[in-house]
């Protein structure tokens, strides 16, 4: 039985079994959890949730160094066929950090040609390997291809976004001069229709995205999440994997895990990619409402930390509507991830 500090009439039971694939991540870790669940959800949740962060799985894979490639790109991607080769090519016209790179793609279970597409891609260079992500979400998607990857870094990359050339070089200095957990830099919006350039005026907007650093094209240094990320290899090791339980906001959950453990997180101008903002206002629409939902559930379980309760955090969530419904909700969301979505 653990008590929860400041609210000694609750006590959860927490039963775990530890294996050789099972991290203790300690009592003060456990004690924020605790703390920061309780008095949001049923004690019935909070133990499964109390039971997933003690026991995150390592990634628990030791390469030989013959085996071994610099750095894996990971891409999620599922009905992506008007981004997903613009995306690849530009993958795999990276300039090779020392030690060379990989690209795995998760493919979800498409219903257009992206997956066809992908063969085809992956006939015509051997760098490039596609496994297939049943469950069809990024984060399982991410989960699969970092198991399978040979990489001593691990970068995620966005299966809407297009890449500079020395992208993935530049991550690879910057963590190697540095001496991070995790690189990343700024994403710039590109748009061809009308929409888009107004969803792309507005995802550089602190009103409209929250005021993330990664929104800042000039900002230089420590961050609480990056666009994508370039983490180190033991990283999944030490904190374990992305959590599959959320649809959205997984890498900043998963970055404040990270955070938690001691680690650093930079970002650095010099790291720049191209991301292309949803051109409907159904997809956008239903992009911003998982956000919400998930990016308040998020908060939840980060309710002890300040950056939890930052009005620049909040603001976009509430002025869409979603938070106040999340935050009456004793479970996480519903909102499942559509076609278009992922």
């Known amino acids: 039985m653990v008590s929860v500090p400041g609210h000694d009439d609750v006590k959860v039971a927490v039963n775990v079994t530890l294996s050789p694939t099972t991290e203790l991540v300690g009592v003060a870790w456990i004690e924020v959890v605790l703390a920061s669940t309780l008095v949001t959800v049923p004690r019935s949740t909070a133990r499964t949730r109390i039971a997933f962060f003690i026991s995150q799985p390592r990634l628990c894979s030791r390469l030989g160094t013959d085996s071994q490639v610099a750095v894996t790109a990971v891409v999620a991607a599922r009905n992506e066929e008007r981004f997903i080769e613009p995306c690849v090519r530009s993958l795999l016209a990276q300039q090779p950090p020392p030690g060379g790179f990989e690209v ?6 498409s ?3 992206t997956a066809a597409l992908l063969e085809r891609l992956r006939a015509g260079d051997d760098r490039l390997k596609v496994i297939t992500n049943e469950r069809q979400i990024a984060p399982a998607g991410w989960n699969a291809a970092i198991r399978e990857a040979r990489g001593r870094y691990i970068a995620i ?3 809407h976004s297009r890449y500079p050339d020395d992208y993935l070089l530049r991550c690879y200095e910057i963590a190697e001069r540095r001496h991070v957990d995790n690189v990343g830099g700024p994403a710039i919006a590109e748009a061809d229709t009308y929409l888009q ?9 602190p009103f409209s995205v929250g005021g993330a650093s990664w929104h800042s094209l000039e900002y230089e240094g420590k961050a609480r999440t990056v666009f994508g990320g370039f983490y180190r290899r033991d990283v999944f090791d030490r904190v374990g994997v992305f959590d599959e339980q959320f649809v959205r ?3 900043a959950e998963f970055n404040f895990r990270l955070e938690l453990a001691g680690g650093t997180i930079w970002q650095s101008p010099a790291v720049r990619s191209w991301y292309r903002p949803r051109s409907t206002l159904g ?3 239903r992009q911003y409402m998982q956000f919400g939902c998930w990016g308040s559930w998020a908060c939840c379980w980060r309710a002890t930390r300040p950056c939890s309760s930052s009005l620049r955090s909040r603001l976009p969530r509430a002025r869409a509507g979603t938070s106040c419904r999340c935050y009456r909700s004793p479970s996480r969301p519903t909102t499942s991830v559509t076609a278009s979505d992922f």
């Open 104 to 109: 795995i793609v998760a493919e979800g279970l």
């Open 111 to 113: 219903d257009d040609q």
């Open 157 to 159: 990359m966005g299966a």
């Open 197 to 205: 350039r107004a969803n792309a005026a507005s995802h550089h907007s």
């Open 249 to 251: 906001d997984s890498d």
């Open 283 to 285: 997809a956008l629409f």
